[in-house]
T-cell receptor, first 113, second 113 residues
Framework: GEDVEQSLFLSVREGDSSVINCTYTDSSSTYLYWYKQEPGAGLQLLTYIFSNMDMKQDQRLTVLLNKKDKHLSLRIADTQTGDSAIYFCAEKKGPGGYNKLIFGAGTRLAVHP | DTGVSQDPRHKITKRGQNVTFRCDPISEHNRLYWYRQTLGQGPEFLTYFQNEAQLEKSRLLSDRFSAERPKGSFSTLEIQRTEQGDSAMYLC???????????FGPGTRLTVL
């Protein structure tokens, strides 16, 4: 998606933390999302954050939002081999967008022993 | 509730043929979306239904594409006169009224030879 940018690849050691970054362009976006996609599968909703929040934590996942810089990050604590997948950042367009999501190209996370 | 289902999971067709895909959303979800995902990219929005009304269509949805949701439950996406460029994963998602999260199905992978 031309409005959302992500780095393409991240490699981490099992047990370390992973941080996946995303930048978006629409300041009117109300919600931002992280989805996970495993090979040949659909998208699994991991977590989301409302635009008036700075941080959201959900078990091993922490989402940080810097609205001024339009920067979103996903931190995965104690990364496991089962976390290997493609992670997509998405923004919900502002009023009138009918909840249409704009996705980044995805970050491929590789977890090695 | 078994989630969003899509049928078929895979479709191989020859250029010029017509294909039709089906999506069954999560029951009680009145909003339904179609997205297309090409290799190495994030999903791109195609169209959106609220109940049986098609409220938004992307410019990606050429005249060869048509989507319906006749009774406000399942939806079909038809592609006429398929082209090689139509090869992609077609994803369906649904969400309930007033909730800003979309739940995706496993997708239909189309290969046009």
């Amino acid at each position: 998606g031309e409005d959302v940018e992500q780095s393409l690849f991240l490699s981490v050691r099992e047990g370390d933390s992973s941080v996946i970054n995303c930048t978006y362009t629409d300041s009117s976006s109300t919600y931002l999302y992280w989805y996970k996609q495993e090979p040949g599968a659909g998208l699994q909703l991991l977590t989301y954050i409302f635009s008036n929040m700075d941080m959201k934590q959900d078990q091993r996942l922490t989402v940080l939002l810097n609205k001024k810089d339009k920067h979103l990050s996903l931190r995965i604590a104690d990364t496991q081999t089962g976390d290997s997948a493609i992670y997509f950042c998405a923004e919900k367009k502002g009023p009138g967008g009918y909840n249409k999501l704009i996705f980044g190209a995805g970050t491929r996370l590789a977890v090695h022993p | 509730d078994t989630g969003v289902s899509q049928d078929p999971r895979h479709k191989i067709t020859k250029r010029g043929q017509n294909v039709t895909f089906r999506c069954d959303p999560i029951s009680e979800h009145n909003r339904l979306y179609w997205y297309r995902q090409t290799l190495g990219q994030g999903p791109e929005f195609l169209t959106y239904f609220q109940n049986e009304a098609q409220l938004e269509k992307s410019r990606l949805l050429s005249d060869r594409f048509s989507a319906e949701r006749p009774k406000g439950s399942f939806s079909t996406l038809e592609i006429q006169r398929t082209e090689q460029g139509d090869s992609a994963m077609y994803l369906c998602a649904s969400s309930p009224e007033g909730v800003d999260t979309q739940y995706f199905g496993p997708g239909t992978r189309l290969t046009v030879l």
